[in-house]
């Protein structure tokens, strides 16, 4: 049986399609419970009309090739349109989409396109000015961060088909400086092993003498040195809802030979869960003492450790974590790596385990959590008690924050995910939901007898700032052309309070008081849910209970008169710096306009720069 579409939905489609040769033409057919569109001389495009309140329906291009073809998970318009989604056809002179779950009264059905092209021009008013933010489409956790030839690469977790979460792929950002960044094809698509969820990337090359081999059978490889013939390898998890628990999750190989513009997947997932449902998000890394490959993977609520000679065959080393921390909390997106202490000639460092939680932050949601410590290249040993709690960023965010590898200056780079799971749905913009956080050096420090992890703005953000036209009057600086980025410097003292403000009445207000400095947003502009103004939030008892965000900034930056507060200001963020590093702070904030005055008591020294693009 076939059902032919409207004379209406006909006369669009030849509309949308002057150029081709011959008019496509679509109609439907029953197959089962699959509905199956089908499309002769289709173009590059079927435009999926989307309804982000709608449960998801499945929706594949379906070749004839079973072991190829993946459902994806999209929420069909089935009352009215938000917006359109991309779905590419194939190269064939016909071409089949298959359709699963949706009513045969959706409004879907009458609104398919088709096209050659997709209008990715920004139409958002909240998009940042020099934080990345994909073109359409959902965007979470950073992943696979590395440099090679000349390229930082940022891949992120991206559902192409709609503004909220699901169908994982890679997306993929290339970047010459970390701030200037080029939107690539997806990375690596989901496939019938799963989703694919977070991961990392390491360069690695083949050993002298085995030139030509494939890096999938060679019995070891090494570390890359920026010599021809390196390679991107990449693990990630195919998550698999689908399967029984123990396989659900699962770690995959991939690599690329072409600077990330393709990769090639190994085949099945190689690396499996000890009987645990959550066991993802893995972390390479060259284990020196052990000269081999290392891997860390969030293994429920601990950190296991796995060992390989050739980046396929892992064999399980240690774990860490039983216990540690905030609690209650769930293990993610770790990362791995060591740290020189600033400020002392001791060639010892200090090595680092960042652990994103979710839930468990203590201002709720997600965060991200470290450890300090050491490691024999086996165990890590936390040099802390079980119960010590350090945050890498004291906003709500900050979250899954993981380093490049591979950073040809030897910096330790991070960039986190600017959002936090209480609310990330629920944000003011549809063509495109999330974005990331600055690029930040990390740097180890001590204060009073603890080691500390601290985060500042890369150099070449610094780079980008030059003196803005302000206006000064009694107790405010104001600062024209506000609809550009701004950095602020200025100094505060302890008791100050201070305020970022419009001139429609919205405002950050700012505090340092009994040894935190705070930073509260109630009163910020649009407050997408009552969590993101911290209206829900209940804090443990000798923590406060204001509503904002703080950090103990007199304990991490010693007790002091005046501290040297750095804040960054974009389209709809606000990050703080705090005595170059030592205290960070990251939250969203959605004015109706620029932020374009500072005002307050006990704060001084102020100056204004403009970001320059």
Same mark, same amino acid.
């Given at each position: 049986?076939?059902?032919?579409?409207?004379?209406?939905?006909?006369?669009?489609?030849?509309?949308?399609?002057?150029?081709?040769?011959?008019?496509?033409?679509?109609?439907?057919?029953?197959?089962?419970?699959?509905?199956?569109?089908?499309?002769?001389?289709?173009?590059?495009?079927?435009?999926?009309?989307?309804?982000?309140?709608?449960?998801?329906?499945?929706?594949?291009?379906?070749?004839?090739?079973?072991?190829?073809?993946?459902?994806?998970?999209?929420?069909?318009?089935?009352?009215?349109?938000?917006?359109?989604?991309?779905?590419?056809?194939?190269? /064939?002179?016909?071409?089949?989409?298959?359709?699963?779950?949706?009513?045969?009264?959706?409004?879907?059905?009458?609104?398919?396109?088709?096209?050659?092209? $997709?209008?990715?021009? &920004?139409?958002?008013?909240?998009?940042?000015? #020099?934080?990345?933010?994909?073109?359409? /489409?959902?965007? &979470?956790?950073?992943?696979?961060?590395?440099?090679?030839?000349?390229?930082?690469? %940022?891949?992120?977790? #991206?559902?192409?088909?709609?503004?909220?979460?699901?169908?994982?792929?890679?997306?993929?950002?290339?970047?010459?400086?970390?701030?200037?960044?080029?939107?690539?094809?997806?990375?690596?698509?989901?496939?019938?092993?799963?989703?694919?969820?977070?991961?990392?990337?390491?360069?690695?090359?083949?050993?002298?003498?085995?030139?030509?081999?494939?890096?999938?059978?060679?019995?070891?490889?090494?570390?890359?040195?920026?010599?021809?013939?390196? $390679?991107?390898?990449?693990?990630?998890?195919?998550?698999?809802?689908?399967?029984?628990?123990?396989?659900?999750?699962?770690?995959?190989?991939?690599?690329?030979?072409?600077?990330?513009?393709?990769?090639?997947?190994?085949?099945?997932?190689?690396?499996?869960?000890? /009987?645990?449902?959550?066991?993802?998000?893995?972390?390479?890394?060259?284990?020196? !003492?052990?000269?081999?490959?290392?891997?860390?993977?969030?293994?429920?609520?601990?950190?296991?450790? #796995?060992?390989?000679? &050739?980046?396929?065959?892992?064999?399980?080393?240690?774990?860490?974590?039983?216990?540690?921390?905030?609690?209650? !909390?769930?293990?993610?997106?770790?990362?791995? $790596?060591?740290?020189?202490?600033?400020?002392?000639?001791?060639?010892?460092?200090?090595?680092?385990?960042?652990?994103?939680?979710?839930?468990?932050?203590?201002?709720?949601?997600?965060?991200?959590? #470290? $450890?300090?410590?050491?490691?024999?290249?086996?165990?890590?040993?936390?040099?802390? +008690?079980?119960?010590?709690?350090?945050?890498?960023?004291?906003?709500?965010?900050?979250?899954?924050?993981?380093?490049?590898?591979?950073?040809?200056?030897?910096?330790?780079? +991070?960039?986190?995910?600017?959002?936090?799971?209480?609310?990330?749905?629920?944000?003011?913009?549809?063509?495109?939901?999330?974005?990331?956080?600055?690029? !930040?050096?990390?740097?180890?420090?001590?204060?009073?007898?603890?080691?500390?992890?601290?985060?500042?703005?890369?150099?070449?953000? %610094?780079?980008?700032?030059?003196?803005?036209?302000?206006?000064?009057?009694?107790?405010?600086?104001?600062?024209?052309?506000?609809?550009?980025?701004?950095?602020?410097?200025?100094?505060?003292?302890?008791?100050?309070?201070?305020?970022?403000?419009?001139?429609?009445?919205?405002?950050?207000?700012?505090?340092?008081?009994?040894?935190?400095?705070?930073?509260?947003?109630?009163?910020?502009?649009?407050?997408?849910?009552?969590?993101?103004?911290?209206?829900?939030?209940?804090?443990?008892?000798?923590?406060?209970? &204001?509503?904002?965000?703080?950090?103990?900034?007199?304990?991490?930056?010693?007790?002091?008169?005046?501290?040297?507060?750095?804040?960054? %200001?974009?389209?709809?963020?606000?990050?703080?710096?705090?005595?170059?590093?030592?205290?960070?702070?990251?939250?969203?904030?959605?004015?109706?306009?620029?932020?374009?005055?500072?005002? /307050?008591?006990?704060?001084?020294?102020?100056?204004?720069?403009?970001?320059?693009?």
């Amino acid at each position: 049986m076939k059902i032919y579409f409207s004379l209406a939905a006909l006369a669009m489609l030849a509309t949308a399609c002057q150029q081709q040769t011959s008019t496509p033409k679509m109609a439907l057919e029953n197959h089962g419970d699959t509905v199956a569109i089908m499309i002769t001389s289709p173009t590059k495009y079927l435009l999926l009309p989307i309804q982000e309140d709608q449960p998801d329906v499945w929706v594949k291009l379906n070749t004839g090739n079973e072991a190829e073809d993946v459902w994806m998970d999209i929420r069909l318009a089935r009352d009215y349109v938000d917006y359109y989604v991309p779905f590419k056809l194939g190269e /064939g002179s016909t071409a089949r989409v298959d359709v699963l779950h949706l009513p045969k009264e959706a409004m879907a059905w009458d609104n398919f396109q088709l096209s050659d092209s $997709f209008d990715t021009t &920004n139409h958002e008013y909240f998009r940042p000015k #020099y934080h990345f933010s994909p073109a359409y /489409g959902w965007m &979470n956790d950073p992943n696979g961060m590395t440099y090679i030839n000349g390229e930082y690469h %940022l891949f992120y977790q #991206y559902n192409p088909y709609g503004s909220k979460w699901g169908n994982m792929h890679w997306g993929h950002a290339v970047s010459s400086d970390m701030i200037h960044w080029t939107e690539l094809d997806p990375a690596i698509v989901r496939d019938n092993y799963g989703q694919i969820f977070s991961g990392s990337s390491y360069i690695a090359r083949l050993p002298k003498g085995m030139e030509g081999t494939d890096p999938f059978l060679a019995d070891v490889l090494l570390p890359g040195n920026g010599s021809e013939g390196d $390679f991107i390898a990449s693990y990630y998890t195919s998550d698999n809802f689908r399967l029984e628990r123990p396989l659900q999750e699962q770690q995959s190989f991939a690599i690329s030979t072409d600077n990330g513009r393709t990769f090639r997947k190994f085949g099945a997932p190689v690396l499996k869960s000890d /009987g645990r449902r959550d066991f993802r998000d893995p972390k390479l890394f060259w284990n020196e !003492r052990r000269n081999e490959w290392g891997m860390i993977v969030s293994a429920d609520n601990e950190m296991q450790f #796995y060992g390989s000679k &050739n980046l396929r065959d892992w064999s399980y080393v240690s774990a860490f974590g039983d216990g540690y921390g905030v609690q209650p !909390r769930q293990f993610e997106c770790p990362d791995f $790596f060591s740290l020189p202490i600033e400020g002392e000639t001791s060639k010892t460092n200090k090595w680092v385990m960042i652990v994103n939680v979710n839930p468990g932050f203590w201002f709720g949601g997600s965060g991200s959590q #470290y $450890f300090t410590g050491s490691y024999d290249g086996t165990e890590f040993k936390c040099e802390n +008690s079980k119960e010590t709690v350090k945050w890498l960023d004291w906003g709500k965010d900050h979250y899954a924050a993981v380093t490049f590898s591979c950073e040809p200056k030897g910096r330790v780079i +991070s960039i986190p995910w600017m959002s936090n799971w209480q609310y990330a749905n629920d944000l003011p913009t549809k063509q495109y939901r999330s974005q990331m956080g600055m690029p !930040r050096e990390l740097f180890a420090f001590t204060s009073g007898k603890d080691t500390y992890v601290g985060q500042r703005p890369v150099a070449e953000m %610094l780079a980008l700032l030059s003196p803005a036209s302000v206006e000064l009057t009694a107790g405010s600086v104001q600062f024209s052309n506000a609809d550009q980025p701004h950095c602020i410097d200025l100094d505060v003292n302890d008791g100050a309070t201070f305020t970022l403000e419009n001139g429609q009445g919205e405002l950050v207000y700012f505090e340092v008081k009994a040894g935190r400095i705070i930073m509260d947003r109630k009163y910020s502009g649009i407050i997408p849910t009552k969590d993101f103004a911290n209206e829900t939030w209940s804090p443990v008892p000798e923590l406060g209970t &204001n509503s904002g965000t703080w950090a103990p900034v007199a304990q991490l930056c010693g007790k002091k008169a005046t501290y040297h507060v750095q804040l960054w %200001l974009d389209r709809c963020s606000i990050e703080m710096f705090v005595d170059g590093g030592k205290v960070s702070m990251t939250n969203l904030v959605y004015p109706h306009t620029p932020y374009n005055t500072i005002k /307050g008591e006990g704060i001084s020294n102020i100056k204004v720069s403009e970001i320059k693009l």
